[in-house]
C-alpha cells in the first residue's frame, strides 16, 4: 500500500478511498478490473488530480470510482453538487439504514393516501387557482419525500447487492 495522505481538506473520494484504506494504485488496479478491458483512462495520475481537484471529474469517472468503492451514493453525491443540471434537478439522497428508509416510507405513502381524494379534486379541472395552492404544494413535498426514499432504497440494494450480501 501507498502511504497514507496527511492532506486535512480531503474531499469526498479521496476520504472514500482512504476509508476503504487504498492507496491510488490499488484504486486505479480496482477501476482496471471492473472495467473488464474497456478504455480506461482513470489512473492513479488521474485520481490524484481528482482528489486535488485539479481537474473536472468527468460522470465516466464518478460511474468508475462508485463500482470500484462499492459506493453508489457517490454517484448521488456527484449529481447534486457538481453537476450543472443536477445541482437543479436532483435531491440529495441521505440514508443512514434500511429500516429508516422504510419507516419514512411509510410515513409519507401513508400521507399521500390520505390526500389523494384531494389531489383528484385539485386536478381534475386541468388547473390550479388559488384556493388550491397551499394543499398541492403539501401534497408535492410528501411526492418528493417518497421520490428520495424511492432513490435511498435503490441506492441501498444496489449496494447490497454490489457488495454481494443481498438477502437469497
Do not use: F
Not at 88 to 99: F, G, K, R, T
Not at 127 to 137: G, R
Amino acid at each position: 500500500m501507498g502511504r497514507k495522505s496527511t492532506k486535512e481538506n480531503k474531499n469526498i473520494y479521496q476520504e472514500t478511498r482512504d476509508a476503504l484504506d487504498w492507496s491510488r494504485e490499488k484504486a486505479a488496479d480496482e477501476i482496471a478490473k471492473i472495467e473488464n478491458g474497456k478504455y480506461n483512462y482513470l489512473d492513479k495520475y488521474r485520481l490524484l488530480k481528482i482528489e486535488e481537484e485539479t481537474v473536472k471529474i468527468q460522470p465516466e469517472d464518478i460511474v468508475a470510482l462508485s463500482k470500484a468503492y462499492n459506493k453508489p451514493e457517490l454517484r448521488n453525491y456527484y449529481c447534486c453538487h457538481q453537476c450543472d443540471i443536477g445541482e437543479i434537478d436532483a435531491p440529495e439522497v441521505v440514508y443512514d439504514n434500511v429500516h429508516e428508509i422504510l419507516v419514512n416510507m411509510s410515513v409519507s405513502l401513508e400521507s399521500v393516501n390520505a390526500k389523494k381524494l384531494r389531489l383528484m379534486e385539485i386536478l381534475a379541472d386541468g388547473k390550479v387557482d388559488d384556493t388550491e395552492i397551499i394543499d398541492l404544494n403539501k401534497i408535492l413535498e410528501e411526492l418528493e419525500k417518497i421520490s428520495m426514499t424511492v432513490e435511498a432504497i435503490q441506492l441501498w440494494c444496489e449496494k447490497m447487492k454490489l457488495s454481494g450480501t443481498e438477502n437469497k
